[in-house]
């Protein structure tokens, strides 16, 4: 297990890489560019300052979050070729520089969503994200991301960046002709010429899942069970062509049984990276996230951490999704300290798991 942490970069992350360096376990970072609109091509000097920074700081860059899909390539639109031209560009470029694992996803329009970004638990006054469908009520997706956006503190935050929901409007009305089944065929289309590219490249692509995992303002959703992943990763048969399996965004379902899904994938050797985060369930379609530890929750992190152990033992992971604790704001979802204490609870479960190993 290579345990990472996701770091937005100076300009953009209030934590520092050398607080992140001082977190026990963490060899190195997710990383991200968070001020490239989906589309667009990352270049070299902006990829070596950003990997400079985090070698200089005594940590290693492998894994790099949010290359983000161009509406118009999910969309299957003739837009799409100069698109997925770029993001070939891209993946060379990130190539050149060390990376061998790049996460994205298919979601139309929303990466992620939740109704309250600050959601008080009762029982220890922190907060965290929180999902209600019921909040929603008659809400329309404008007025879903005005919320968002005004509860950010300020930061930009994964898949809810500006230029991606200028034209969410047009984008919604586009998206009311196209089937789950379609969504997949123009997948395939962006997979049969990107996935030749890691593999002459040495870069592995990891798909995460739709959050929550299921349909929202009816969209097509086709990434929130282990069928939906078993589809794509056989719309192109290649090792180059995985999961991203985070834990909370599947685990939003509690039909979806993760250590299974984890054991499934990581059988197959198609799990690029983990996401682990815990799941409090609420109700129908009704959560808030959790600490990691397994009482504070419904996902039983030890045998979703055995799950890794015992079958991609030398995967990408890093904790997701952390509360507001001891006063601490920032970045809904991205604070330090829980996620810190993440880090090292999932440490923890894999040393004694590794032992108890090593005694049997």
Known sequence: MKMTFRWFGEKSDRISLCQI??????????????????????????????????????????????????????MGLPSREEYIENYCITIRNLAQFGIKVIVYNFMPVFDWLRTDLAHVISEDGSNSLYFNEKDLGEMTPMEIVKKTAENS??????????????????????????????????YKYFLERVIPVCEDCGVVMACHPDDPAWQIFGLPRIACTMEDFDKIINLYNSPNNTVCLCTGSLGSNPENDIPAIIRYFGEKKRIGCLHIRNIKYL?????????????????????IVKA???????????????????????????????RALG???LNGLWEAIEKRAERT
Not at 165 to 179: D, F, M, P, R
């Open 308 to 338: 890794v152990y015992e079958t991609c033992p030398n995967t990408y992971i890093r904790p997701d999704h952390g509360r507001m604790i001891w006063g601490e704001t920032g970045r809904p979802g991205y604070g330090l300290y829980d």
């Open 343 to 345: 880090a090292a609870y």
């Open 283 to 303: 109700g129908y379609h009704h959560f808030r996230e959790a600490s990691h530890l397994s009482s504070e929750g419904d996902l039983d992190m030890y045998e």
């Open 153 to 186: 503190n300020g930061f930009s935050l994964p898949g809810w960046e500006p230029e991606r929901l200028a034209e969410l409007e047009k984008t919604l009305c586009q998206y009311k002709e196209i089937t789950p089944d379609r969504l997949r065929e123009n």
């Open 21 to 74: 360096k001082q977190i026990p376990g963490v060899s190195g970072i997710m990383g991200v560019l968070d001020n490239k609109a989906a589309g667009e091509i990352w270049t070299e000097e902006e990829i070596a300052d950003y990997i400079g920074q985090v070698h200089n700081a005594g940590l290693a860059c492998e894994v790099i979050e949010s290359v983000n899909v161009h509406e118009d390539i999910k």
